[in-house]
């Protein structure tokens, strides 16, 4: 079996090599880190040499690196870049090492600092493996110990890998320096046809050792042949390796990021627009950065359907405090909101690309813009099949779609949704089936979900909701009562959530009927309100901003009237007001301006002129 995760060390890992030299008091505080790790080793054979602890403290304190130093640091800080999809500030070769200076500093800071959480993670395990090489075999020691642990850990190191886990793992060598142990990135496997487990690792000490890059430790599970490692530049041998203990933290370097937001020429676009979509980015890292290209890709809101990737091409590094733009055309395809990404990738060295975050790193920049794409104005859009009589009603889900429903030829109620959020794409007609006499009204319970009235074949009132907010299951039709009701219905919310319903019966009066509970129950009683003749039109509800109830009438005689809650949902004043000239109105409506008052509007019944009148 072969597993291989597609890290490719030419773009993922660091181009300098693991030299470097220990600056101030840095070697000191690792010393003290692993002598700190030797006193928490549970009790064991040191314990009956007399001092055995402090011997073994002096030890520690003699011991001087060979040359290399920050592998943990290397290790951990790469698997940070590569986890949180990030661009890796490399460098350029494998001398490059960054130094405290101007252009490096930082990132030497951020590497040491992560060879000390790696220490401090896994160095008991280090102190302890090291100590047990040294006691005879009989005494359990010795590196045929080692072994027998290495393969006991195998096990943990492929479960990582089959997760598609790149791994960090120590490697604990034949000599007496623990300084002189290491840390590596495993990335892959492979069952070898004698038995054998070659690992795929990323090895500092060797950035660029093999024509691919890939160094490899090649282990015998069943012998006693210690691994083998590929890399010539370690020159000991190696006797155990094992998983390490690994905290992801977020890098404190962005080597390429975003230094001037996303563009498209405006947040509003009409369907089939072409937009020019723009970036800018710029490396803060460390010298060069991997090869990579720009990309942009558009999905919608919500859903996160993609909807498209434009690419720059694979390009080349970009040097440290450099910028490069991204300027490439989109063809808005879709309506409604979509996202706009701006992304980098890299060749992952395995035939495919990696993509990778494009962080903001700028006062202001952005990687991502909202456009709301619409129709052209003015064009109009078939919404499937569907015939109708009467007229539209437009209900809101939670979620922010549209729902229409409408009388069909058939006299049932049928409805179609928007398909996403301000999208104009909708979904077939459906049948809520019932017996319908007039148009429908819709209203939201409190609850979110959506309650259509209708007068039915036999003059009464019945209703159908949603079985929950937002979703297309419905229940079944229910009476609310009501006698010889004869107009359209129209319904309004009171203040404290419970939904109201009115209507004119064929006496030319008002009567209305109630929740007893908000999203739950009618009262089924109606009552009459007011006492004055109207016409055979539908009234018009909505709630004021003092949180009671108006209702809109045509009366045969003076035009139009309205009556009001005395109270926010209770009590209704006796009779009707009469709100001025008679118009001859055919129909009127209420609606709401932005500051919470209410305008009628209503269509004279000769003339066809709409006239409207704050009330």
Partial sequence: MTRIIPFNVFQEAFAFKNSWQYEGEELPVLKGLLIAAAHLLPPNIIDLIPFGRLILDGIILGMQPGGYGLCGGMAFAALDYYRAG????????ETDNPHRDPTGSSLRTYIWDRLLDSIRDNGIKFVGWKLTLQLPGWLGGGSGRLLEWTRSEWPLIKRHLDNGEVWPIGLAFDQLNILDDHEVLAYGYEDLPDGRIKIYIYEMNCPAHLPHGENTIIFDLTGNRPPDLSCPHDPNTLVGFFPLEYQPVNPSIMAVGISQGVSAGGSNATLGETRQ???TVRNNGFHNSPDFALCAEAKTVPGNVSLGVLTEGMGASLSQGNTRQFVQPMIMRTSGTIRIRAFSKVDNGRGGETAKVLP???PGAFSSIDILVGEAPGSWNSIGYQTTRGRLRVGTLQDGRIQLFVRGQDNALWYTSQVRPSVLEFTQWASLGGSLAGNPAVASNSDGRLEVFAVASDNNIRSISQTAQGSDAWGEWQSLGGDRL?????VASNSDGRLEVFAVASDNRLWHT?????????????????????????PSALIQSNGRIKVLVIDNATGLLTINQTLPSNGWET???NLGRNLSLASVSLGRNS????????IQSEEGRVYFSNV
């Fill in 86 to 93: 990030l661009l890796i500030p490399r460098g350029d070769h």
């Fill in 277 to 279: 979509i723009r970036f």
């Fill in 360 to 362: 903001a790193i700028a």
């Fill in 486 to 490: 004869v107009s359209d219905p129209a």
């Fill in 514 to 538: 109630w929740q007893t509970a908000p999203s739950n129950g009618w009262s089924m009683n109606w009552e009459q309100l007011g006492s004055l003749s109207l016409l055979n039109t539908s």
């Fill in 575 to 577: 009779d009707f007001s």
């Fill in 595 to 602: 500051n919470g008052t209410l305008v009628a509007f209503g």
